[in-house]
């Protein structure tokens, strides 16, 4: 089993719409949540953190943890284009000994006007 | 603030060859991380030094790669003998709030090993 799982996508929403990204993770232990974004060619950009069960709202989007089932989720309200980019799951985790950021695979968003 | 510089932004070399790769990280971050991204495989975290000293290598796919950090604001990261297997992109990351908070990237290096 990865440590943070991600559905590849691609996933495709038309403009305006809420897309709805998932991530389950396999150490109870860990503690901090990160959402990053990156665009083909680019590096990856920290755009959401959570560390506490419920929600957590930034502009258009809306990061949510869930301890209990082991995932955390990110909303984007009214999808834009330039939302189109392939975000990243990282979740802090015991690895090798050591706490670090473990990074999903990435799900690949696609936003059509 | 200029963020993490890396450099060269792009790398082509014959098998066999050694190359290295250079990272400045973001003035004060005292965390230094150089990650590797390919497609099969994602982003992998090969080894991340604190303040200076390198702390955990176990990502370091074998002893054809060494990473040194000389001083606060430059690190390197060296694969001695090249092998197509190593294109990928590397990242450089450094971050001042410790290994489980967010970090900042710098723009990577694109390795093309042929």
């Known amino acids: 089993q990865k440590e943070v799982e991600q559905n590849s996508g691609p996933l495709s929403v038309p403009e305006g719409a809420i897309a709805s990204l998932n991530c389950t993770y396999s150490?109870?232990?860990?503690?901090?949540f990160f959402w990053y974004r990156q665009y083909s060619g680019k590096s990856p950009e920290l755009i959401m953190f959570?560390?506490?069960?419920g929600d957590k709202e930034d502009g258009r989007f809306t990061a949510q943890l869930n301890k209990a089932s082991q995932y955390v989720s990110l909303l984007i309200r009214d999808s834009q284009p330039s939302d189109s980019a392939t975000y990243l799951c990282a979740v802090s985790g015991l690895s090798g000994g050591y706490n670090k950021l473990i990074f999903g695979a990435g799900t690949r968003l696609a936003v059509h006007p | 603030d200029a963020g993490v510089i890396q450099s060269p932004r792009h790398e082509v070399t014959e098998m066999g060859q050694e190359v290295t790769l250079r990272c400045k990280p973001i003035?004060?971050?005292?965390?230094l991380f150089w990650y590797r991204q390919t497609m099969m495989r994602g982003l992998e975290l090969l080894i991340y030094f604190n303040n200076n000293v390198p702390i955990d290598d176990s990502g370091m796919p074998e002893d054809r790669f060494s990473a040194k950090m000389p001083n606060a604001s430059f690190s390197t990261l060296k694969i001695q003998p090249s092998e197509p297997r190593d294109s990928a992109v590397y990242f450089c990351a450094s971050s001042n709030r410790g290994l489980d908070y967010g970090y900042t990237f710098g723009s990577g290096t694109r390795l093309t090993v042929v």
């Open positions: 003035s004060g971050h005292d965390y």
């Open positions: 150490d109870r232990g860990s503690q901090s």
């Open positions: 959570i560390y506490s069960n």
